[in-house]
């Protein structure tokens, strides 16, 4: 069974940084790509980045380009988002997800896999 954990939210000023990180088991995690996913209150749960399997090609968001970094490490079976220059509207549970295909999505709906989620608040 694949397992997801997040770690590493938390509270954090506007202008602020923050590493979210997530921990992959159960399956082969080099065979996948992955995406961070957020949903604030009240909304649909959003695209953040995205890698493929190799770590090679990473997508983002329009909104968190230049200040958001996606990165893997398949030999630790991890996925990290780096996050810079938080804004407040970057608050949000933030998820990521293994998608069994070598390739990015944007759609959640394409998602295999899904963490527990983590919660980062940016405070203005």
């Known amino acids: 069974q694949v397992q997801l954990v997040e770690s590493g939210g938390g509270l954090v000023q506007t202008g602020g940084s923050l590493r979210v990180s997530c921990a992959v088991s159960g399956g082969t995690f080099s065979s996948y790509a992955m995406g961070w996913f957020r949903q604030a209150p009240g909304k649909e749960r959003e695209f953040v980045a995205g890698?493929?399997?190799?770590?090679?090609?990473?997508y983002y968001a329009d909104s968190v380009k230049g200040r958001f970094t996606i990165s893997r490490d398949n030999a630790k079976n991890t996925v990290y988002l780096q996050m810079n220059s938080l804004k407040p509207e970057d608050t949000a549970v933030y998820y990521c997800?293994?998608?069994?295909?070598?390739?990015?999505?944007?759609?959640?709906?394409?998602?295999?896999?899904w963490g527990q989620g983590t919660q980062v608040t940016v405070s203005s």
């Open positions: 997800a293994a998608r069994v295909v070598l390739t990015v999505s944007s759609s959640p709906y394409e998602y295999h896999y």
């Open positions: 890698i493929d399997w190799s770590g090679s090609n990473t």
